[in-house]
């Protein structure tokens, strides 16, 4: 859905629903930490490939991280990798973190100086940049490159690619980027770079529970929800909720997404094969929290999932 906040006429398109006044899952959107999840599918490919391992330690990997005790595989997707947190970085001039704009940046500031891994976790984009980084390592390949062979290319998508690649055949954003931002999602890179469509999410999400991107195995431990991390699985989240209507509580795996006025939902229900896909321009648009029951994203899973 793009821009949930307009109430205007929705165009139903699959399991997508979009409100805008141009609706089309054609659109181009920042994906957001939406491209954790993507980032998530392309370790579990190697871990398929018996060519990483989630509980060893990282450095085995990246020699980058070598020096000090190296967070697995795991602890990176789950936010408990004892880096540097790039929010933590000096503010540039209009008062953001200048990791994303004018400052240091990249693999090496995130590994200088961190902390030993465990314990609770703690978001920060710094892990997503390091296994993006590995990922390069392991595989030879660039991560824009890695995306487009091992998911855009098997799914025939077209929409979407990391911030700064060629996107000639892209379709037209989603209105105009704001100045220095495209830039900025460079520098997120693995963490939050790509820009696409949703019609592209869609068919990632409808992939992975057809089995095509991961072998079952793989994709339950992706989805394996720690009760004791507030039921994060591998860079995403996955809980059971009471959902108005359903008469017991709905399994979902949740990403969600925002940089700068852009955020995005992307909502998969595995056992009622439904997928809701949120995006909006509105910085200050409220989602509420699903296991909260109330709030637009358990309104539409509501409508979507039990009526």
Known sequence: MADPAQRLPAVQTGD???????????????????????????????????????????????????????PTIRQLLQHRAGLRNPNDSPVDKNGN???YSDGATG???????????????????????????MLQRVSG??????????IAAPLALDGT????QPATALPALAGPLPPGYETSLERYGAAGGLIGTGADLLAID????????????ARDAMWAGDAKLGYMALAQWVFDAPIKGCPKPVRIVERRGAIGRY??????????????????AREKQEFGEVWQGKGLAHDLLSAAACA
């Open 161 to 164: 690619a990391y911030a700064g």
């Open 97 to 99: 973190p200048s990791f």
């Open 206 to 217: 409808r992939a992975l529970l057809a089995g095509r991107l991961l072998s079952p195995g």
């Open 263 to 280: 955020q995005v939902r992307n909502i998969i229900l595995p056992d009622r094969d439904r997928i809701i896909i949120l995006f909006t």
């Open 16 to 70: 997508v629903v979009l409100c805008h006044p141009r609706a089309t899952d054609q659109l181009r959107w920042p994906w957001a930490s939406v491209s954790k999840q993507v980032l998530a599918i392309l370790i579990m490919q190697q871990v398929d490939a018996g060519e990483i391992a989630l509980d060893t330690p990282a450095d085995r990997y990246l020699p980058a991280l070598k020096g000090a005790p190296a």
């Open 107 to 133: 693999l090496e500031w995130c590994v200088a100086g961190r902390s030993a891994p465990g314990g609770d976790w703690r978001y920060n984009n710094c892990d997503s940049i390091v296994l993006g980084a």
């Open 141 to 150: 390949t660039p991560l824009p490159a890695l995306f487009a062979a091992r």
